[in-house]
């Protein structure tokens, strides 16, 4: 299709038509500044906000290049932009089509660009006021996130996707020492509640943490979480429902431990009654794993008792 031809007889017939105040329009550059073109009156036209879109449509399809960004400016919803039922009816299929072209095209213009250290937003943390605008924005449904199928898209977009050491090392620095508020922790624990983790995604959470050593801080906070918390009755009911779902309930029946083993297990059961008196909790539901984390040490025997010895 000849768009420059479609353009040029479209300019022609609206100069003959152009519409004037009261009625709204808007000023369009005949000639895009990006290629050329100036503030000179012969350069500008005045155009109904359809007629308006129409152009950048047809010029974008000509050019190519940045003059898609200026078609996706104009799709999104504005202020000045008249808003009543005629026009909406008559324009609607107009922005649809070019809400999809524009967001097309310039996928294909920004890929790559602005990215990492590049952006020129970089290192720039978002003001108060900011924040507080998204947050009313997501609880009003208008933010594009909002939706079920936004996130829905994300989140396949996101699966299996391979994440550097080098990437994850800059994550971790931008989230360390940033605490989250109490409203964003009940949140995030609202979200998981009831959800069921795979056996492949445990085994994946058990092979991250593997080999991986706390800091003193992080033992520390542990500590002080855990320090006067009592399971509650669901906890333990669930703990127990758990536990009769195991299959092979009784796997040592019949067999009989050494002296050496009787030993560990006992140095251990001492260890645990430790801890489950500094944290006020039951000692069948102590872990080694929690000892260590608390600083109970038995030495080596841990070792051994770990290793089924």
Request: proline letters at 4%; aromatic letters at 6%; hydrophobic letters at 35%.
């Amino acid at each position: 299709m000849n768009y420059a031809r479609i353009y040029a007889e479209f300019i022609s017939d609206r100069l003959t038509k152009q519409p004037t105040k009261p009625d709204y329009f808007e000023k369009h550059h005949i000639l895009p500044r990006c290629k050329g073109g100036g503030n000179e009156c012969l350069n500008i036209i005045r155009l109904t906000a359809e007629d308006h879109l129409f152009a950048h449509i047809v010029l974008a399809r000509i050019h190519g290049g940045s003059l898609w960004h200026a078609v996706s400016m104009m799709t999104m919803q504005s202020h000045k932009r008249p808003h009543n039922s005629g026009y909406v009816r008559r324009s609607r299929k107009i922005f649809a089509k070019a809400k999809i072209e524009a967001a097309a095209a310039h996928s294909v213009i920004m890929k790559g660009r602005f990215t990492g250290e590049d952006h020129p937003m970089w290192g720039i943390p978002c003001s108060e006021l900011s924040k507080q605008k998204t947050r009313a924005r997501h609880a009003l449904g208008l933010h594009p996130m909002s939706s079920p199928e936004a996130r829905k898209k994300v989140s396949d977009a996101l699966k299996g996707r391979y994440f550097s050491p080098e990437h994850r090392e800059k994550i971790s620095k931008t989230k360390m020492g940033v605490k989250q508020s109490d409203e964003t922790c009940k949140k995030k624990s609202a979200s998981h509640m009831g959800k069921k983790l795979s056996a492949e995604h445990i085994k994946n959470l058990i092979l991250a943490q593997t080999g991986k050593k706390k800091s003193a801080q992080a033992v520390a906070n542990m500590k002080a979480a855990l320090t006067g918390r009592k399971l509650s009755p669901e906890h333990i009911e669930s703990l127990k429902v758990a536990a009769s779902k195991r299959e092979n309930k009784t796997p040592f029946l019949g067999g009989s431990h050494s002296d050496a083993t009787k030993k560990r297990m006992s140095e251990v059961n001492q260890a645990k009654k430790i801890y489950a008196k500094m944290y006020c909790v039951s000692p069948k539901y102590v872990s080694i794993a929690m000892m260590k984390l608390a600083g109970i040490v038995i030495g080596d025997q841990l070792e051994g008792v770990n290793k089924g010895a």
